[in-house]
C-alpha cells in the first residue's frame, strides 16, 4: 500500500458525460501529479500541481481539467468523453517539487466509456 | 526530447532463471531513473531508483538495476526468478529541470514458466 488512495476504482459512463476522479495523496506528499496509461499510448503524465498550483502539463487534453484543494486531494475531471478516454487513470505523489523525488502511485481508477 | 525505450515487449523465462529486462533513455544531462512494476490490475509499485552515486541499485524483492552513462542504459536484473515476478514492468525518467513528471517507457512484460 503506497498511502495513495484513488476514488472510484471503476467508473462506467457514456460518451459525452462528465466524471470526476479523486485522488488522496500519501500524508505529507504536497505535490500531485495524473497520469493516463492506455493500450495504444502507454503511460501518459497528464497534469501536476503543488501545493495548490499547477507546476506543468503534460498531453492534457482541453476537455480535461484539474485541480488541487486546501487540503492536497486532487480532483481530475474529465468531460464531454469519448470511447478513447477508456484508460487507467494513476495519481501519484510526491513530498517536493521536482526531483530527485520517488513518486508513490495509487491503484488507480478504471474508467470505461460506453 | 526526452524518451525512454524497452525494447523488448515481452519476455517468458523460466522460474529459476535469471532475467535482464533493457531500458534505453535519451536525455541531455544526468537523469533520475526509475523502475515500477504493475500487477494485474494493480497500481505501480516501485522496484528501484537511481538518483546519483553508486551506480548500482538494489531494490525490493532481489532486484538490482546499474546505470551505464556511456550505454544511456539503466537495465534491471534479478539472479532467480519467481513465479510471483510475472508482472510488467516499466522503466521511467525524470527530468531534473521540468519538474517531477515521469516519462514511461511502454513496459516489458514477464511470464514465468515453471
Known amino acids: 500500500d503506497s498511502g495513495v488512495t484513488q476514488t472510484p476504482k471503476h467508473l462506467i459512463t457514456a460518451t459525452g458525460q462528465r466524471v470526476t476522479l479523486r485522488c488522496s495523496p500519501r500524508?505529507?506528499?504536497?505535490?500531485v501529479y495524473w497520469y493516463q496509461q492506455s493500450l495504444d499510448q502507454g503511460l501518459q503524465f497528464l497534469i501536476q500541481?503543488?501545493?495548490?498550483?499547477?507546476?506543468a502539463k503534460g498531453n492534457i487534453l482541453e476537455r480535461f481539467s484539474a485541480q488541487q484543494f486546501p487540503d492536497l486531494h486532487s480532483e481530475l475531471n474529465l468531460s464531454s468523453l469519448e470511447l478513447g478516454d477508456s484508460a487507467l487513470y494513476f495519481c501519484?505523489?510526491?513530498?517536493?517539487?521536482?526531483?530527485?523525488?520517488?513518486?508513490?502511485f495509487g491503484p488507480g481508477t478504471r474508467l470505461l466509456v460506453l | 526530447a526526452q524518451s525512454v525505450t524497452q525494447p523488448d515487449i515481452h519476455i517468458t523465462v523460466s522460474e529459476g532463471a535469471s532475467l535482464e529486462l533493457r531500458c534505453n533513455y535519451s536525455y541531455g544531462a544526468t537523469p533520475y531513473l526509475f523502475w515500477y512494476v504493475q500487477s494485474p490490475g494493480q497500481g505501480l509499485q516501485l522496484l528501484l531508483k537511481y538518483f546519483s552515486g553508486d551506480t548500482l541499485v538494489q531494490g525490493i524483492k532481489g532486484f538490482e538495476a546499474e546505470f551505464k552513462r556511456s550505454q544511456s542504459s539503466f537495465n534491471l536484473r534479478k539472479p532467480s526468478v519467481h513465479w510471483s515476478d510475472a508482472a510488467e514492468y516499466f522503466c521511467?525518467?525524470?527530468?531534473?529541470?521540468?519538474?517531477?513528471?515521469?516519462?514511461f517507457g511502454q513496459g516489458t512484460e514477464l511470464s514465468v514458466k515453471p
Open positions: 521511467a525518467v525524470g527530468a531534473r529541470n521540468q519538474g517531477g513528471k515521469l516519462i
Open positions: 500524508s505529507g506528499d504536497l505535490s
Open positions: 500541481y503543488y501545493n495548490g498550483e499547477e507546476r
Open positions: 501519484a505523489s510526491s513530498v517536493v517539487l521536482g526531483g530527485p523525488e520517488t513518486q508513490y
